[in-house]
């Protein structure tokens, strides 16, 4: 009887922590890709981007951080951690070229 306790103790205390697990979603630019290290630098917070999360507004099954390169605008859920937050989803999300003054030319 005292191991049934036990184990239904642990079961529960296991239970209510994954509850209180804290989550976040925002929308932001990606400054930096990190491969080798699977983070992405969004408004100058690091994320930790598994490779199981994939872009949900694409028919792509590749790794999300594959796809992503600097200056494009996604929305991310994800749990808060230590030493980083992680995320769980991505949607990478669409927006017309930003030009810059390059690109624009320059007026005669």
């Known amino acids: ?58 028919n792509a099954k590749s790794p999300a951080i594959y796809q992503l390169e600097e200056g494009a605008i996604v929305r991310i859920v994800g749990t808060v951690s230590s030493p980083m937050n992680q995320v769980d989803a991505l949607a990478i999300l669409p927006h017309d070229p930003v030009e810059t003054g390059a690109a624009q030319g320059t007026p005669q």
Do not use: C, H, W
């Not at 005292?2 to 804290?22: D, G, H």
């Not at 932001?28 to 080798?36: E, F």
């Not at 699977?38 to 949900?56: C, E, G, K, Q």
């Open 1 to 58: 009887m005292k191991k049934l306790t036990s184990l239904l103790f642990a079961a529960l205390t296991i239970y209510s922590v994954s509850a209180l697990a804290e989550s976040f979603e925002m929308n932001g630019v990606i400054q930096s890709v990190d491969l080798a290290r699977s983070v992405i630098t969004i408004d100058d917070a690091d994320y930790l981007l598994p490779n199981r999360v994939t872009d949900s507004n694409s």
